[in-house]
């Protein structure tokens, strides 16, 4: 040929399409298995860590709940068992509030 080129390495348009497709496909797999490997391996780092902030989360529930008692079973020495009683849940329950309108008021405030 003139050009400079042989016929036989050029191939069809739409071969040379086709070929681009499949290796874009290719990559394509190649990324996202990388991204999955690399997900599946930060969710096994954090999940030790995870399990054990639960954990804490529950032994903190539980140091709560001994102290609500303990106050009842104090004020119920003082006042009387049934208004100790309402006045411990009155006030862990007034905490509790608190709690929940102050992280309503920051996540009002983030947006």
Same mark, same amino acid.
């Given at each position: 040929?003139?050009?400079?080129?042989?016929?036989?390495?050029?191939?069809?348009?739409?071969? #040379? =399409?086709?070929? @681009?497709?499949?290796?874009?496909? +290719?990559?394509?797999? %190649?990324?996202?298995?990388? !991204?999955? *490997?690399? $997900?599946?391996?930060?969710?096994?780092?954090?999940?030790?860590?995870?399990?054990? #902030? =639960?954990?804490? @989360?529950?032994?903190?529930?539980? +140091?709560?709940?001994? %102290?609500?008692?303990?106050? !009842?079973? *104090?004020? $119920?020495?003082?006042?009387?068992?049934?208004?100790?009683?309402?006045?411990?849940? #009155?006030?862990?329950?007034?905490?509790?509030?608190?709690?929940?309108?102050?992280?309503?008021?920051?996540?009002? !405030?983030?947006?």
């Amino acid at each position: 040929m003139t050009d400079g080129g042989d016929e036989e390495d050029e191939k069809p348009i739409g071969e #040379l =399409f086709g070929q @681009l497709i499949d290796e874009g496909k +290719a990559y394509a797999k %190649a990324e996202l298995g990388l !991204a999955k *490997a690399s $997900a599946e391996a930060k969710a096994d780092e954090i999940k030790w860590p995870a399990i054990l #902030l =639960f954990s804490a @989360l529950l032994f903190a529930q539980a +140091a709560v709940t001994v %102290a609500a008692i303990t106050v !009842a079973a *104090a004020l $119920a020495g003082v006042i009387g068992r049934i208004p100790g009683w309402i006045v411990a849940f #009155l006030l862990t329950a007034g905490v509790a509030y608190l709690l929940f309108a102050v992280a309503m008021a920051k996540l009002k !405030a983030a947006k």
